[in-house]
């Protein structure tokens, strides 16, 4: 068995700024980067628009089925709108999510091929996973792709499993007011590999619907992965390496760091396009033939 985690670190954002607590809160901040890729960040100060946004989703997913597909996904080439139920995919596997992808423009450069998933480089988004036999997909395993950090709300229903280095599901569970933080693939290049993306999954709840509320903070589309380690350097060289070579064993691939595509849009692209085979195959059949076929290294 390898030194691994066996729960989730909690990191106190209050803390992190007071010059009394802050080396070792940030000991703690750097603890949770380089040993889990995933934290819960508290006093974040955010907790009372993450709340009131909660309480509006029960009534946004509730809407008639005919005002929902009006802004189904499918009609949009940049992946962004309404996914109903079983639409999604992960891990070869039907999600039993519902999902609402809602764009923020941002206008961060993209090559001209990938100007119309511009500005997705951190659309918010929130999910309603139903109630389903024991042990059900919700949303199956996989590692967030976007760019460099997941800011995620969940509700009190739980569900959320993270990989360890073992290769055992450790639970994240609800805590009220927290964020849970996770590196993705774009900060997973930017180290080298060194802080990963770690492998992530929801069990469908049993009893009652869990809402979610993630926040992807995304990198410029064009930039590559040459660039992004170029950039990032000096950082890289303060990280100290640890083996997690059991962990990768068992983790899925990442298609920001294949050698397959040229830049963040096109692996972003490529995510998007499997993730929603079916706005995929709409919008870019060619490139829907093309990724299906092709293997991550
Ligand atoms: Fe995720």
Redo the contacts with the bound molecule.
Sequence with gaps: MVDTFSSIPIVDFRRLQDPLTKAEALEQLREAIFQVGFLYLINHGLESLVKGTHEKLPELFALPTEVKERCNMINSPAFVGYTRLGAETTASKTDLRESKAIRLRMSLPAPDNLRVIQGQNGPPEVHQVSPAAPGSQG?GP???STGLF?F?SQDDTGGLQVLNKNGEWIDAPPIEGSLVV?IQQGFEAITGGICTATT?R?IAPTTKTRYSI?FFLGVRMDLTLDQLRESAAHIVKCIPASDDRKKRAVDVPSEFLSPLYSCFGEAYLRNRIISHPDVGQKWYPELYERYTKEKLT
Excluded: E, G, S
């Design positions: 949303v996989h590692k967030d997941t995620l996770n992530h929801v993630p």
